[in-house]
Structures are given as C-alpha cells and as structure tokens.
C-alpha cells in the first residue's frame, strides 16, 4: 500500500510536460515516470537533462509515503485503544 503511495506520488511530480522540457522525448517519457532509476539512466544519455525532475519528485513521494505510514500507525493505535475493553485484566490467563 506504502509502495503504491510511493509510486503515484513520484509520478504526479513529474508532469507530463515537464520531462520534454527538461530534453527528455519519445519512449523515455515513460522510462523516467516509472522510477527513480529510469529517470537517471536517460538523464546521464541526454547529459543531465531531467535528473532534476526526478531528484525533486522521489524524496517528496517518500516524505508523503512517511506521513501516510505514521498516520496509518495511529489510526491503528487509535482503533485498538478505543476497542479494547476498558476493564480488560491481561495479567489473569496464560499462553
């Protein structure tokens, strides 16, 4: 689910008009939208053209990613506490 966030995140900071652009065209409009090493890889062929795209794209998608995880951490904890009985003794019982 993470991953996903990741993902789609680092794509909608490359707007389909920015790789061309930066001197990215053809196929590789595809290649650099689909990850971070595909955005290098044409990048270093074009001479550096777009790096800068993707360099700003993927720590903004994994900063989302980290905010998301940690919201997602507290609705759980959240769930739990409000769910768990309150007069609920677990020093009674075994394993």
């Known amino acids: 689910m993470l991953g996903g966030i990741a993902a789609a995140t680092y794509r909608d900071g490359l707007p ?9 065209t053809g196929a590789a409009v595809g290649t650099v939208r689909e990850s971070l090493g595909g955005a290098l890889a044409p990048a270093e062929r074009a001479g550096g053209a ?10 903004h998608s994994l900063g989302v990613v980290g905010l998301s995880g940690a919201a997602l951490m507290l609705l759980a904890a959240l769930s739990v506490r409000l769910l768990t009985p309150r007069d609920l003794d677990i020093s009674v ?3």
């Open 50 to 59: 777009g790096a800068g795209l993707a360099r700003d794209a993927f720590p």
């Open 16 to 24: 389909s008009a920015r790789p061309t652009a930066e001197g990215v």
């Open 93 to 95: 019982g075994g394993h």
